[in-house]
């Protein structure tokens, strides 16, 4: 991957970090640590991986994305004001009497394929995506990202099972390895490991990456079908509350509101990220 590209991706992403400890603030609500973990996968995905129309958001052959872990709706909303899927003013009205945008993701919002908040959906509904995309003879592909607490819910191993069944190889699954859940380690509250044996186990293509590395990301979001008729899982290993320093790693900011002092650490932290020189 190529410097400027980057750069440009560590820029963006900062600015949707920033955006959304914004809105978070602003709304009093929020799940800030889930949003800042997965920032850097989506932020990959949608400005370098997926095939999408902005002006045609229901163009036929876009590639799908699913939010499964939904609670972390608020870097998804950032990224698709700043693409243009809607306004950015209209973030102002996050979790606001008649918002289009909820707490969790809305399909009435443009660009947004699927509602989602209850864990272990997600993987379901894309396995039906990726079979209909078999089916018509379609080149899209269908990303799915949920957390890692998420495994614990059984209905994701019986969509792990039905993806390999029906060889879908258009498939690509994205875990955000953070080790938190909502109490504490995901291995306390209920343990999930070997991760990269079960799903292997299950039929699946594994890879393992630095959920905050733009080139590993890019590359094995890439590069699927890693192999022909089998689906990928991509184990991303991350930081919960990542690139804000007080906020990593901490179980107690899964939906905890920045304050006002706090907010404008996390502005000084970012800021100087933003922005930086693409031609570099
Ligand atoms: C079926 C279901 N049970 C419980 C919840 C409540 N809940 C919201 S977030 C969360 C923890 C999710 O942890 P993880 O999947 O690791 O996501 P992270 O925020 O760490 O990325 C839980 C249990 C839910 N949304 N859905
Ligand atoms: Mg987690």
Redo the contacts with the bound molecule.
């Keep these: 991957m190529k410097l400027a590209d980057v750069q440009f991706l560590a820029g963006k992403a900062a600015e949707i970090r920033l955006n959304l400890l914004k809105m978070i603030f602003k709304a009093k609500m929020g ?1 800030t ?2 949003s800042l ?2 920032t850097d996968i989506l932020t990959t995905l949608y400005y370098d991986v997926m095939q999408l129309r902005v002006d045609e958001p229901d163009w036929e052959e876009r590639d799908r994305f699913i939010l499964s ?4 709706v608020e870097s998804y909303y950032c990224i698709l004001a700043d693409m243009g899927f809607i306004d950015k003013e209209e973030l102002n009205t996050f979790c606001q009497y008649q918002t289009r945008l909820i707490g969790h993701p809305n399909n009435k919002v443009p660009g947004i394929e699927m509602n989602t ?4 959906h997600g993987l379901s509904i894309a396995v039906g995506m990726a079979k209909a995309a078999k089916m018509d003879n379609k080149d899209y592909r269908v990303f799915v990202l ?6 614990a ?1 059984g209905s994701v191993w019986e969509a792990a099972m039905a993806g390999a069944h029906f060889g879908l190889d258009n498939l690509i699954g994205i875990i ?1 390895r ?1 080790r ?3 109490t504490g380690a ?1 291995e306390e509250v209920m343990g999930i490991e070997p991760l990269v044996g079960k799903w292997r186990n299950f039929g699946w293509q594994v890879l393992e990456i630095d959920g905050h590395n733009y080139g590993e990301l890019k590359k094995c979001l890439s590069s699927t079908p890693v192999e022909e008729g089998k689906p990928t899982m991509i184990l991303a290993n991350t930081i ?1 509350g990542k690139g804000v320093s007080f906020i990593e790693n901490k179980a107690g900011w ?2 905890r509101v920045p304050s006002a002092s706090e907010l404008n650490q996390a502005v000084e932290e970012l800021s100087p990220l933003i922005g930086v020189d693409i031609d570099g």
């Design positions: 799940h640590g889930s973990s997965d872990k939904g609670h972390a908040g209850a864990l272990g949920m957390g890692d607490g998420e495994q819910e955000d953070n938190l859940q909502i995901t919960k899964h939906h």
